[in-house]
């Protein structure tokens, strides 16, 4: 086979922040650290087809395909995160691409697909980048190497900085905190600890309470932290809830874990609210929703808690082993409040997956 023709596939998933990154500083740099679960369902497929360049020039010269259909309006943040990589990448302005990127979940479910999406393109990249610098022939494409993953999860930085989260599986940090060696702003990485086994089966059902375009990209969002009255005390809060998390974590403190999950989600909407412009993306239903899961856990004593992105969906996190009350619960009092009752049932996944390499 040529090897300057070929194609190359990876499927990776979501994630679901814990700690919210929320503010950022040079190249897609986070202000403080930010912890997320690895979902398994909602993720992108992406194919990287590729072969000599046709007309040679210094750009990028690639087609882009969602679901089949060539889109043109994706094309900005490709070519914004290509403008990023290329120089690490020389291959990209002697070979001609076509991408082809499929999720597996709605595109109007309202769920981020920057995570997925912009992993699995960076996983694409890193992986024509070895074979192409392949010495022999006999390298094992299919496993890949702390550094290969470190290295990708440093790319999907920069195509968007949830997305270097979703190189590993299950509980994943991202951003330099003094309890985590080796942790840097750079890139992702695993827990350094097993996680205690109350978390080792975490759902998250996915409330879509309306399906409409998020009202806030990420990258005004982010913007919003500069100049904002509540940022170092909002960055100093994070590195002090992460302590408490991955202490949790570790311990299987269930009661801590709801608590700070919370804190999370409504701190990054008290920030919107209170940034300049002001947005505020709680709908009528986000509310209820948040009312009845409190209620429910209160009364039935059990550790439900939820969180929300910037949008107004709200994602339910809680543990296999409550399964069954819980998704009755959904179905008797949150269901009713979902844009045509549609849920997304996800739990904690194990990472990409390498789908076809030449
Ligand atoms: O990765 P971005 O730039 O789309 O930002 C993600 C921001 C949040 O989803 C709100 C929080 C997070 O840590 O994922």
């Known amino acids: 086979m040529n090897k300057q023709e070929g194609q190359i596939t990876w499927e990776s998933p979501s994630n679901i922040a814990i700690i919210k990154y929320w503010g950022k500083h040079g190249i897609q740099l986070p202000e403080n650290p930010s912890l997320s679960m690895t979902l398994s369902k909602c993720k992108t497929v992406t194919s990287l087809a590729y072969k000599p360049e046709a007309v040679p020039s210094d750009k990028v010269s690639y087609d882009f395909f969602f679901h089949g259909e060539k889109k043109d309006s994706f094309r900005a943040k490709i070519d914004s995160f290509f403008e990023k990589v290329i120089a690490d990448f020389p291959f990209l302005k002697t070979l001609d691409f076509e991408i082809r990127s499929e999720n597996s979940f709605p595109h109007s479910s309202g769920i981020a697909s920057s995570a997925s999406s912009m992993s699995a393109l960076a996983l694409c990249l890193c992986s024509l980048d070895e074979m192409l610098g392949r010495k022999s022939e006999d390298k094992d494409l299919n496993s890949f190497s702390d550094e290969f993953l470190s290295r990708a999860s440093n790319y999907a930085r920069l195509g968007s900085g949830s997305a270097s989260r979703s190189v590993y599986p299950g509980f994943v ?36 309470i309306d399906p409409a375009r998020k009202s806030v990209s990420s990258r005004a969002g982010h913007k919003l932290m500069q100049g904002h009255p509540y940022a170092l005390n909002r960055y100093k809060q994070a590195s002090g809830n992460l302590s408490e998390l991955l202490r949790a974590l570790k311990t299987g403190d269930a009661e801590s874990f709801v608590r700070i999950t919370e804190q999370e989600a409504l701190t990054l909407h008290a920030l919107m609210m209170m940034s300049d412009p002001y947005f505020l993306l709680l709908k009528e239903h986000t509310l209820t929703a948040i009312d ?26 809680y543990p296999g082993s409550f399964a069954e009350p ?24 194990q990472g990409p997956e390498i789908k076809a390499c030449p």
């Not at 209160?298 to 949008?311: C, K, M, S, Y």
């Not at 009092?333 to 045509?340: F, H, I, N």
């Open 326 to 349: 819980v998704e009755a619960f959904i179905t008797e009092r949150l269901k009713p409040l979902c844009a045509e009752e549609k849920i997304i049932f996800d739990h904690i996944g």
């Open 292 to 317: 009845e899961i409190r209620n429910f856990r209160q009364e039935q004593n059990i550790p439900v808690a939820f969180t929300l992105d910037a949008g107004p969906n709200v994602h339910l996190l």
């Open 173 to 208: 940090t991202w951003g330099k905190h003094h309890e985590l060696e080796g942790s840097t702003n750079l890139q992702a990485q695993p827990l350094p600890f097993e996680v205690h086994e109350f978390f080792s089966d975490y759902r998250d059902a996915v409330l879509i």
